[in-house]
């Protein structure tokens, strides 16, 4: 993203928004991730069979904040698809054109590097918008209205967002993530946003502590000792260690209260 917000499709705990060397910072902690953000393979895939677009034939579709492409490499295997993969930071983009290739997939997958506010697409034009914890970026209430005319009637939403486990938590957790993403609500809250804003709800679930610590924490932690041993442990490269790190810790104490929820919905016609 640009202006100022902190362009990854995961969110360490900052105070401020990162400048151009946190960010390039932040893009060498990340960039060598399989994923920048939680998430899983099966998890993708689950919001696929809720979707019900397995089975059609010569789909478009965006995956907004794709990162180095996880889910877009999933949706690349799972349907037939025409995917264009956006994220702002065009070295995210060349890995998973690498992937791509890798896997076959090259055929299936484009990529565009742009701010999802302020996307190209036409009108009307796509069977489906997915997007793995990046709609933060520009809030989830934001995001659902300003991408929707992006969707044909009955098109499909894909997101997953931070999101309240629980009706009450413990205090700190709820200061820091209500300072943090003031858009942290229940799920009931975010289902009834998307009934407001013109969708119809087909599936909700909240990611599992595996998507956290299997596949973002844990291999994000195994990068910290090289991290620092590039960027001659300086401040700046331990502030962004710190910060992570304090991310892993209140996740790790408070894993029963908030999650990734994963919001699956289709276009109502205008």
Not at 46 to 73: F, H, M, N, P, Q
Not at 119 to 140: C, K, Q, R, T, V
Not at 167 to 183: I, K, V
């Amino acid at each position: 993203m640009l202006d100022g917000r902190l362009l990854l499709t995961a969110k360490p705990t900052y105070q401020t928004a990162p400048g151009m060397n946190e960010l390039k910072l932040l893009f060498d902690l990340h960039g060598d991730g399989e994923r920048q953000g939680p998430g899983g393979e099966e998890e993708t895939r689950l919001a696929v069979t809720l979707s019900g677009l397995r089975g059609e034939r010569g789909l478009k579709i965006a995956d907004i904040g794709c990162g180095t492409g996880a889910s877009t490499l999933v949706l690349a295997r799972a349907l037939d698809a025409q995917i264009t993969a956006v994220d702002f930071l065009p070295g995210f983009l060349a890995r998973l054109e690498a992937a791509a290739r890798r896997d076959g997939l090259g055929a299936r997958i484009e990529t565009l590097a742009a701010s999802m506010d302020a996307l190209p697409f036409d009108e009307g034009s796509l069977d489906a918008i997915w997007s793995e914890g990046a709609i933060y970026n520009i809030g989830f209430e934001t995001g659902i209205q300003a991408w929707r005319r992006f969707l044909k009637p009955g098109g499909v939403l894909a997101v997953s967002e931070l999101t309240w486990l629980t009706a009450e938590r413990p205090a700190e957790l709820n200061d820091h993530w209500a300072a943090e993403y003031p858009e942290v609500a229940t799920a009931g809250a975010k289902l009834s946003q998307l009934e407001v804003h013109g969708y119809v709800p087909l599936g909700y679930f909240p990611l599992p502590r595996a998507c956290w610590l299997d596949t973002y924490y844990r291999p994000l932690q195994g990068r910290f000792e090289s991290f620092l041993e590039r960027h001659n442990r300086s401040a700046a490269a331990q502030a962004v260690v710190a910060a992570e790190q304090a991310e892993i810790s209140l996740y790790e104490r408070y894993a029963d209260f908030v999650s990734y929820g994963y919001y699956v919905a289709r276009k109502l016609a205008d």
